[in-house]
């Protein structure tokens, strides 16, 4: 059982910069391939970043590459998302997620474990 908690999110200006957190508990942390996702308002949950055990390889949507970063620090558990000249249509609540696996994967029913969610607002 892994416990996910998202932290970081809020409300920033067109051009700004946030940085999300994940919080996991329990001792195999290195053991889960982690994401992030993201919901806006009557859409669907999408992809945004992926990020393999080690943190050697990672996978972006094409929609955030060049401007959002994840990274992960295994001895503190937690997973990471740089997000760099925000627009408004990155406004949702961002989601972090846990698979058991060394596998990459982008569709959101191939993850396990979910945090409760952070709200990211972005002003034009």
């Known amino acids: 059982q892994v416990q996910l908690v998202e932290s970081g999110g809020g409300l920033v200006q067109a051009g700004g910069s946030l940085r999300l957190s994940c919080a996991a508990s329990?001792?195999?942390?290195?053991?889960?391939?982690m994401g992030w996702f993201r919901q806006a308002p009557g859409k669907e949950r999408d992809f945004v970043a992926t990020?393999?055990?080690?943190?050697?390889?990672?996978d972006y949507a094409d929609s955030v590459k060049g401007r959002f970063t994840i990274s992960r620090d295994n001895a503190k558990n937690t997973v990471y998302l740089q997000m760099n000249a925000l627009k408004p249509e990155d406004t949702a609540v961002y989601y972090c997620?846990?698979?058991?696996?060394?596998?990459?994967?982008?569709?959101?029913?191939?993850?396990?474990?979910w945090g409760q969610g952070t709200q990211v607002t972005v002003s034009s």
């Open positions: 997620a846990a698979r058991f696996s060394a596998i990459l994967t982008t569709t959101p029913n191939t993850y396990t474990y």
């Open positions: 329990g001792r195999t942390f290195s053991s889960y391939t």
């Open positions: 990020i393999s055990l080690s943190g050697s390889y990672t």
